[in-house]
């Protein structure tokens, strides 16, 4: 199986860990357009995914094969419907499983893909933030109010989740990992039917 990548190399990295000596090929491009470039891929990974026009209409030329999109923020009525929405946040793909939704016609071959790379697929609904991602915005959201109100330094407020509830990353430095301006994004999108979503003002202003 051929599979072909565009996005950051360490996101790439990240998704391709642990297939050393399997039978998968997998090509690292920078940019979506080089997937014009090997027509004989089974499936595409666009992990530097941007809800426009122009690689929305790019993607759909390689269709009927498998494209994979990082979309955390935008659902597949937003995007294309033959896609396969996955949760590709930085640290997200080190997973064994990966959040995604798609169409019931693309999840049995999709998941043929993914098992390919040593990855089994939970498949939830299409919807923004999925389920990890969303609930990790939130965690991050309520730490930028409490240090708003002066509960603690960032510094502080990351040890005290690492030690009181065994995360593997404080919610500052999970926003660092992941990019604060993704954190936002989603936050935006989902405020926009939930106001309990809405982005506190200080991460507001570091994130624009």
């Known amino acids: 199986m051929k599979i072909v990548v565009s996005g950051t190399k360490s996101l790439f990295e990240e998704l391709v860990e642990g297939t050393k000596g399997s039978s998968v090929r997998t090509i690292y491009v920078e940019t979506a357009d080089?997937?014009?470039?090997?027509?004989?891929?089974?499936?595409?990974?666009?992990?530097?995914?941007?809800?426009?026009?122009?690689?929305?209409?790019?993607?759909?030329?390689?269709?009927p094969k498998l494209v994979f999109i990082n979309a955390v923020s935008y659902s597949l009525t937003e995007t294309n419907d033959s896609f396969v929405r996955i949760n590709g946040w930085t640290t997200f793909l080190k997973r064994s499983i990966i959040e995604a939704s798609a169409d019931n016609i693309v999840q049995n071959k999709a998941e043929q893909v993914l098992a390919s790379l040593n990855k089994k697929i939970d498949w939830v609904p299409d919807i923004p933030g999925f389920i990890s991602a969303r609930v990790i915005s939130m965690i991050v959201n309520e730490a930028y109010f409490a240090l708003e109100e002066g509960v603690s330094t960032k510094a502080e407020i990351d040890i005290a989740m690492k030690l009181g509830t065994n995360y593997p990353y404080g919610p500052f430095e999970w926003s660092e990992r992941v990019g604060l301006k993704n954190i936002y994004e989603l936050l935006t999108a989902l405020s926009k039917t939930n106001s309990h979503y809405k982005p506190a003002s200080s991460l507001t202003k570091e994130a624009t």
Not at 36 to 51: K, R
Not at 55 to 63: A, G, H, P
Request: proline share 0%.
């Open 34 to 63: 080089e997937f014009l470039n090997h027509a004989d891929a089974d499936a595409y990974f666009d992990l530097g995914f941007e809800n426009s026009t122009g690689r929305k209409k790019l993607l759909s030329t390689v269709l």
